[in-house]
């Protein structure tokens, strides 16, 4: 019979036959298994042997089987089963003697007895217990003054009852037994090679990942931790294994995690060694945590990390492009705005911008982020009215792989985690929903986010800017805007001026988009006449900055000349009239003016319009009419 035994064996044989069976059975099925005759007293020092000789596993049985697999060594020990029909061999024997038996065993021997006298209504056997070679002897003793003739059991047992006159009869083990108690052996250490290949494969790559790592169990004491970790915190394995983590290092507090059960990714923790990144993920089973998993990275690492990642956000396009000098401007009210907002840049609160549709929102919010201590880190804009509501959560908060249907297999890093360490611009903030203010509002708060579809939680550091064409107060006065999130947000305010309101700006601006389109167009330089900068400064501009660029593009492209005549812009006053609903008759300004003693601002309100628009009208009239 071939047999397929992959394991060092070692047999301890209590009695001679089985030894004997033992080497025929290597002979026939050519095996290797070394073969030992021992009783229960000498069999503690083949353990050092085995040890030694590196044996896999260990075969025994009855008392040296038990005694064995008690002891304090890692040698797997198998015990060769006794069968119900190694027990009734034994009995039939003794049943030819007497019918005053007693079966004496050791535990494992007994319970198999207890079954066989049940099933076959033995009522005279006896069977008795045995854990010790005195108790065996007393017992014995007293076996024979109750009248006991026949002791069935192992080798000692019937040496003892040998002794005391008594006829002794050995349970033996069958070939069948021992071939069965190879093949567990050679299972358990198939098993047992296996999970120390797993261990040592799971052992090199935590020690060879540039993490630390520490498992707690329940009680949170420490049941793993890798070289790395052993590093950060500053002791050797042997210091810190089977510890209680909050002695060890107190400032991981995983204590938390065991007992809120919650995930938490990138804390700041300062450990003996240096100061580390920080996530905690408890260890749930059937829905109890049985432990808590640590994960420490160095800041360097961290640092160097952030550097790499950096850049490829910049590649992305997320950074700002413009600074204060971008602003251009020489009016008053401009350079009020401008050095307000430098003084907004050394602050990290958040911001508001509020103005009307292209007035250059956006171009503040960047050069208040270059001149900020953020100016090395992202800058990210989104426009929450660009993005339909069901999407602006995916945007800014991310998702994990399958989320939610057509979502990205590997999932999507939300614009507020990109951002980490710069700034996030919200153009349009009046946009969102109410249902998304809640969201915003949480996150904005309590400085953390969690991607749809998964339940850690990341936190986040960046500064917030965000704008608006509306006026929120009213919003929130009409329930539309939450009262909460306008105030998280309004803690900086900054209103840009309309470009109507930038006296004396209109002229210089249109001058640097005439350049700048002209360069575009590869067309020579274009000047405009004074009769066509007249007419851009009389407009109202309800577009600002954005529709004078794009008017002045629209007169590059169209003047056959070197000179921009006012003739290019006289389409600007219809618009203009369609736009704010009324034309000016000169006799109406006059016959104002007169009734209000040449005061602009008593004129302006008469006729329901602005200063700025009742001043520009009134340049077109020959004359001054009034004075202020």
């Avoid at 073969?35 to 008392?63: H, P, T, W, Y």
């Avoid at 040296?64 to 797997?76: E, F, N, T, V």
């Avoid at 009213?474 to 803690?491: H, K, Q, S, T």
């Avoid at 067309?523 to 009389?538: F, G, I, T």
Wanted: hydrophobic share 45%; proline share 3%; net charge neutral.
């Amino acid at each position: 019979m071939k047999l397929n035994i992959d394991a060092k064996i070692m047999l301890i044989a209590p009695y001679i036959e089985l030894a004997e069976e033992a080497t025929r059975l290597n002979l026939e099925s050519n095996l290797d298994v070394k073969v030992k005759n021992a009783l229960l007293a000498e069999s503690g020092d083949l353990i050092s042997k085995a040890k030694k000789e590196q044996m896999d596993a260990i075969v025994s049985r009855g008392g040296i089987a038990l005694k064995l697999s008690q002891g304090q060594h890692d040698i797997p020990v198998i015990e060769i089963p006794i069968s119900g029909f190694d027990i009734l061999e034994a009995l039939y024997e003794g049943m030819k003697i007497s019918h005053e038996i007693a079966l004496m065993g050791f535990s494992n021997i007994i319970e198999g007895a207890n079954r066989v006298a049940l099933i076959l209504s033995l009522s005279n056997l006896r069977v008795v217990l045995r854990e010790t070679a005195d108790d065996c002897i007393d017992k014995v003793a007293l076996l024979k003054k109750q009248g006991v003739q026949v002791i069935i059991g192992d080798s000692f047992a019937v040496k003892t009852a040998i002794g005391f006159g008594l006829k002794g009869i050995l349970i033996r083990s069958s070939r069948e037994s021992l071939i069965a108690a190879y093949q567990e052996a050679s299972r358990i250490v198939r098993i047992k090679r296996d999970e120390r290949l797993q261990q040592e494969q799971l052992r090199t790559i935590l020690n060879y990942t540039h993490s630390g790592i520490i498992a707690v169990d329940k009680h949170g004491f420490i049941i793993a931790a890798n070289t790395q970790a052993e590093k950060l915190i500053g002791k050797k394995h042997n210091e810190i294994i089977r510890k209680p983590c909050m002695e060890i290092a107190p400032s991981l507090n995983l204590r938390k995690t065991l007992e809120a059960g919650k995930t938490e990714l990138g804390l700041i923790c300062d450990m003996a060694m240096t100061r580390v990144v920080v996530s905690r993920v408890p260890i749930v089973v059937n829905e109890e945590v049985v432990g808590a998993v640590a994960t420490l990275e160095a800041s360097e690492l961290i640092q160097e990390v952030h550097r790499k990642l950096h850049k490829e956000i910049i590649k992305k396009g997320h950074f700002a492009r413009n600074t204060f000098d971008s602003v251009l401007g020489r009016s008053k009210i401009i350079k009020a705005v401008i050095a307000q907002a430098k003084a907004y840049s050394s602050a990290d609160s958040a911001v508001l911008i509020q103005g009307e549709t292209g007035v250059g929102k956006e171009l503040f919010a960047q050069a208040i982020h270059n001149q900020s201590p953020r100016c090395l880190e992202p800058f990210i804009a989104f426009n929450c009215a660009a993005i339909p509501t069901n999407l602006l959560e995916s945007e800014l908060f991310g998702y994990v792989g399958g989320a939610f249907t057509d979502a990205r297999k590997e999932g999507k890093v939300g614009l507020l985690e990109m951002a980490e360490g710069g700034t996030v611009f919200l153009d349009e903030i009046g946009e969102i929903t109410p249902e998304f203010q809640v969201k915003l509002l949480r996150a904005l708060q309590e400085r953390e986010i969690m991607r749809i579809g998964d339940g850690n939680i990341i936190k986040v550091n960046i500064r917030v800017i965000a704008s608006t064409n509306k006026d929120l107060r009213i919003m929130v006065e009409e329930g539309r805007f939450r009262a909460d999130l306008y105030y998280r947000l309004n803690v900086l305010r900054l209103k840009i001026p309309p470009l109507r309101e930038r006296e004396g700006d209109i002229p210089l601006l249109a001058k640097h988009f005439l350049q700048k389109h002209c360069e575009k167009y590869r067309k020579p330089v274009l000047e405009l006449s004074p009769a066509a900068l007249s007419v851009l400064n009389d407009y109202n501009w309800p577009g600002n900055i954005r529709e004078l660029s794009s008017v002045i593009e629209r007169a590059a492209v169209r003047s056959p000349g070197i000179v921009i005549d006012a003739n290019e812009f006289y389409d600007l006053a219809d618009e203009e009239v369609k736009d704010e609903g009324y034309s000016f008759d000169r006799r109406l300004l006059i016959e104002t003016m007169l009734l209000t003693g040449g005061n602009k601002t008593q004129a302006a309100a008469l006729l329901g319009v602005d200063r700025s628009t009742l001043w520009r009208r009134l340049k077109k009239l020959e004359g001054k009419v009034g004075k202020d």
